[in-house]
């Protein structure tokens, strides 16, 4: 993952349904930054469906490939997160919670059936947001003069870069994300004007 220039996430929320057998599956999909996100959006949907029978989810984050989690919220083991998350995956997306609120129907849908309906749910949900593709950033710290202030702003607004973190004084920090695609370029920019310091942070 590491010489990935680019990532897909969603910027929106969605919910789609998928009945099957009298059981009605509702996706919902949403942007997420972190665990916290998920737990308030998870709660939410908790408050919006309390009688639905089961809440299971899948999310990914960052772009290290280690942090997912899945939840078959009592439903047979592998039948529901598994599958939501295999969606999530087949699009490639980081960033991104999907979790389907499931109403029996009365009718028990076996093992085969249970996978299929979650699969397609988190599916369908996924189908009807634009997905957003985002450059990978590489972290880096900008200490500069204040008489330079306006030179090193246009240049991190003209390549695209974010601002995660600034110190305006005079003498001014900045740490920016700079899309790896324009890495290069940006540091020479920046490194072309006179009291200015750039550095990777570690």
Known sequence: MSDQE???????????????????????????KDADDFKARLAELKKEHPKASH??????LGLDGNNFRVSDDGEPSGTAGKPI?????????????????????G???????????????????????????????????????YTCMNDVMMIVKQTGCTI????????????IGIPKTRLQEVVYKLEELRNVEVKKVP
Not at 7 to 13: E, G, Q, R, S
Not at 19 to 25: A, P, Q
Not at 87 to 97: E, G, H
Request: hydrophobic letters at 45%; aromatic letters at 14%; a positive charge.
């Open 6 to 32: 680019f990532y897909y996430t969603i910027d929106k929320t969605a919910v789609a349904e998928y009945k099957d057998k009298g059981s009605k599956f509702i996706a919902y999909a949403f942007p997420i």
């Open 55 to 60: 809440h299971c989810f899948a999310y990914r």
């Open 85 to 105: 998350l295999g969606q999530i995956d087949s699009k490639q997306l980081v960033n991104t919670l999907v979790v389907v609120v499931r109403y029996f129907g």
């Open 107 to 145: 009718t028990l849908l076996g093992v085969p059936g249970l996978i299929n309906a979650y699969k397609m749910a988190a599916s369908l949900v996924l189908q009807v947001l634009p997905l957003s593709q985002r450059p990978v950033e590489v972290s880096y710290k900008v200490d500069f003069d």
């Open 164 to 175: 995660i973190k600034q110190e305006i004084q005079l003498f001014s920090h900045l740490i």
